[in-house]
């Protein structure tokens, strides 16, 4: 393969992975995914590991107990 | 133990049904994640026996029979691949797909394929190290690899992403979280920088120093651009999670993601300064290494203010042990980082054990270091069953902790002295070698050390893996509640 042809690809693909970066920004834009900040940062919270409880301790060191209390 | 009449008197019916769903996100996981672990422990535990004999070739050099395969050149490159793309990797892929998987609410599906693309992508490293080890060894740093693993080590790892994109893509929940950012962009950057650096090395050369300048990019851009993001997004998840607060700020999150994916991959060319390639291109790099402040303090801070007034909570679970001491190595070295690309700096540090120091610095302290963490809480949810030693887990992390601090001082400070002496005209090269014959025992015996945590990591975890679930049961949960246990159980006979 030519040198030149090669680095068209390189070029491409370049432009191809670029692009990409640039339409997730604007997907992200569009999606309002830059407004609402609070709810984004409880979607790791379920109801299986809400907010407010720990949910790991040194094995041997936590009763069920406890942890409702925690609650 | 007393435990809840029923779990609805904790947690409601609605509760349940996405309780469920967790159990069952981790459920589809269970057989990858494991096979990804294992391969990970058993890369970690075979990259240490050629780390330890490197680190004692180094101020011993008779220590090693005469045998070519034992060569400096040669151990130390299996050492960097099989830790990399060995442990690295493996437990990154774990990790990503599994914050990925619980993010979206979404199972893995066609899990078999996932297997399968583990499978190949461990073959292919197997014969890439065997390769290195018999001569089959590159000269390009980061790719030692021969190339004809590389389209396997491509493909494989292509498959392996692309599970995560398609979590991603048939997402069930509303929101997306940070670490999504982190892990989806890093699946994207690591197989773009393979290729591009696959060919313009390799298979169609790129004429002279460009080569070099394509070299550092990548291999800059391996620890930037790909663990660094796994290991971040993996602090961002675990450390609210575990503290059950969330994130204190979630603007400064963002803005960190932002600013790193336009700064970090222009910062690989301080690797070239005093080199012979246009002054530009490692002005650019010098400036992007500098401005990656911006997306450090802003972890940072998020971090410290996130964890303020809990740090009796983080010592007490083993995660968080972890994760806060990788995520606290991470702004320091990256720190150091930026100011090791300075030109007057780098004058003196360049070509010496300091570069060493910071890679391990930022790749143990901080990459490996929130690995582990991740491990010890995912496995518990994964088997469904408790760590065996509590013992075991604090070895591991004394002996994690301490040795990678003694290293990266060791190395800082006598990379250092070794830098400024070469430097100087007047003492003699083979006097500044011996001078840094101090600081190499003080690396073995860090070693020595890692070498032990990773023993009692191995040992705990192969015996959990051998326990049998009920052995544990009537002790009292731990990091699993029962109550969960229970409806786990339920869930599967039903």
């Not at chain 2, 298979?203 to 391996?222: D, K, R, S, Y």
């Not at chain 2, 002005?283 to 740090?311: E, K």
């Not at chain 2, 972890?322 to 090791?340: N, Q, R």
């Amino acid at each position: 393969m030519e040198w030149n042809y090669c680095l068209t690809f390189i070029v491409f693909l370049g432009i191809f992975f670029f692009s990409s970066g640039i339409s997730a920004l604007v997907w992200a834009v569009r999606n309002g995914h830059f407004q609402k900040f609070d709810e984004q940062a409880r979607a790791i919270f379920t109801e299986e590991e809400p907010e407010g409880t720990h949910t790991d301790y040194f094995p041997g060191k936590m009763s069920v107990n406890s942890k409702i209390s925690n609650k | 133990m007393q435990l809840p009449a029923s779990s609805d008197d904790v947690l409601g019916p609605l509760a349940i049904r996405d309780q469920l769903s967790l159990t069952r996100i981790d459920a589809s996981l269970r057989f990858v994640c494991l096979f990804f672990f294992t391969a990970a422990l058993v890369w970690l535990l075979i990259g240490t026996v050629f780390a330890l004999l490197t680190s004692f070739s180094l101020h011993s050099p008779s220590l090693l029979p005469c045998w070519e395969w034992l060569t400096f050149g040669r151990i130390r490159s299996a050492h960097l691949n099989a830790v990399a793309f060995g442990w690295g990797n493996n437990a990154a892929f774990a990790v990503a797909i599994w914050i990925m998987a619980r993010l979206c609410r979404a199972e893995i599906r066609h899990g078999g394929l996932l297997l399968i693309a583990a499978i190949f992508w461990n073959i292919g490293l197997t014969v890439g190290i065997f390769g290195i080890l018999r001569g089959d060894i590159t000269s390009v740093e980061w790719l030692e690899m021969p190339t004809y693993v590389a389209p396997l080590l491509a493909v494989s790892y292509v498959l392996i992403g692309a599970w995560g994109v398609l979590a991603f893509a048939y997402k069930k929940s509303e929101h997306v979280y940070v670490s999504q950012w982190y892990i989806l962009a890093a699946l994207f950057w690591f197989p773009w920088l393979y290729t591009i650096v696959q060919i313009m090395i390799f298979f169609e050369p790129a004429l002279g120093t460009v080569q070099a300048i394509t070299n550092w990019w990548f291999g800059h851009n391996a620890l930037g651009l790909w663990f660094t993001p796994i290991g971040v997004a993996a602090a961002y998840y675990f450390l609210p999670k575990v503290l059950g607060v969330p994130i204190r700020s979630y603007y400064l999150s963002l803005l960190g993601f932002w600013s790193l994916a336009l700064f970090y991959n222009w910062a690989g060319m301080h690797h070239l300064i005093g080199g012979p390639i246009p002054v530009w291109v490692i002005s650019a790099g010098t400036v992007a290494s500098v401005m990656m402040v911006i997306p450090v303090i802003v972890t940072a801070i998020n971090h410290h203010m996130t964890t303020v007034g809990h740090f009796k909570s983080v010592w007490q679970s083993p995660t968080l042990r972890f994760v806060v001491f990788g995520a606290m190595s991470y702004t320091l070295s990256s720190l150091i980082g930026s100011t090791m690309a300075l030109r007057e700096v780098s004058q003196v540090t360049h070509f010496t054990h300091a570069v060493v120091g910071h890679a391990h610095h930022g790749a143990y302290g901080f990459f490996t270091m929130v690995m582990f963490g991740s491990i010890y809480y995912m496995m518990p949810r994964l088997l469904n069953r408790e760590w065996p030693s509590a013992c075991l887990i604090r070895i591991h992390f004394w002996c994690a902790a301490l040795g990678i601090t003694l290293m990266a001082v060791a190395l800082h400070i006598g990379g250092w002295i070794q830098g400024v002496e070469m430097n100087t005209p007047d003492i003699l090269f083979l006097q500044v070698v011996k001078n840094t014959v101090p600081w190499l025992k003080a690396r073995s015996v860090s070693g020595v050390l890692l070498a032990s945590g990773h023993v009692a990591f191995f040992v705990n975890f192969i015996w959990m893996l051998c326990r049998r679930s009920e052995a544990f049961a009537h002790e009292g949960p731990t990091l699993i509640p029962l109550f969960w246990k229970k409806e786990a159980a339920t869930d599967q006979q039903d």
